[in-house]
């Protein structure tokens, strides 16, 4: 192993700490996906180095193999948002472009740090963050859309942008819609009734009302016991 080739090894390791780590599980906090993206980093890496150091003029092939295969074992095998699809496909790209080396020497590393400036960028929490996309089941089933866009921007205090109804059952008196909206910028303020402390004292009757309210309940006894 030369010297480039153990620059390279650093340079792949650390961005994919940064990008699993760094990036990644500081803000989707999942424990499982950090570990696979760390693995399949430095095993596409380690393969495509392989390869290619047992075989001339393997490059482009071996890279579109890979990702093509890889990409249908790991897409296949669970459920993962768009965001997570797309961590997926930058760790691959990092060990496929630190494996390859393509171009000057100089070529590997600033693709890398373009692939981890972009993820950064496109995924921060303050980038388009009061825009949401949402599957959503309510219990009615509506045929008019300004009804169904009114209830909401009701529901959600949001303004929408976007849906696409994608079930209207009538017999459960249900409506099923993919819909894209925008946050409002105030909050709701719950309207909730005004609760006693616990351990507050009582507030004492005055004793013309209990006088009152006794006589009564004695009277309306004596009503019922002479029927």
């Known amino acids: 192993m030369n010297a480039g080739t153990a620059l390279i090894l650093l340079l792949d390791l650390m ?83 630190c494996g390859l080396r393509p171009g000057a020497w100089w070529t590997t590393p600033l693709l890398v740090v373009m692939l981890l400036a972009v993820m950064y960028v496109a995924d921060h929490p303050r980038l388009l963050r009061r825009h949401r996309q949402q599957l959503i089941t309510l219990d009615a ?20 942008n976007r849906l696409v109804v994608t079930e209207v059952n009538l017999v459960l008196d249900q409506t099923t819609v993919d819909v894209r909206f925008r946050l409002s910028g105030g909050s709701r303020t719950a309207r909730v009734a005004p609760q006693q402390p616990a351990g507050a004292a009582v507030p ?24």
């Open 141 to 160: 089933a509506y045929t008019d859309e300004a009804q169904l866009v009114a209830r909401i921007e009701d529901l959600y205090d949001a303004k929408v």
């Open 15 to 97: 961005a994919a700490i940064v990008l699993a780590y760094g990036i990644y599980f500081r803000r989707h906090r999942r424990r499982d996906l950090l570990v696979a993206y760390l693995a399949l980093n430095v095993g596409v890496l380690a393969v495509t180095i392989a390869l290619s150091a047992a075989s001339t003029g393997a490059g482009i092939g071996l890279g579109l193999g890979l990702f093509g295969v890889l990409s249908i074992i790991r897409l296949r095998s669970s459920q993962l948002t768009q965001e997570e699809v797309a961590y997926y496909f930058a760790a691959l790209a990092l060990g496929l472009l």
């Open 204 to 227: 004492p009757v005055p004793a013309g009302v209990a006088g009152t309210a006794g006589a009564a309940g004695v009277a309306g006894a004596a009503g019922v016991a002479l029927r």
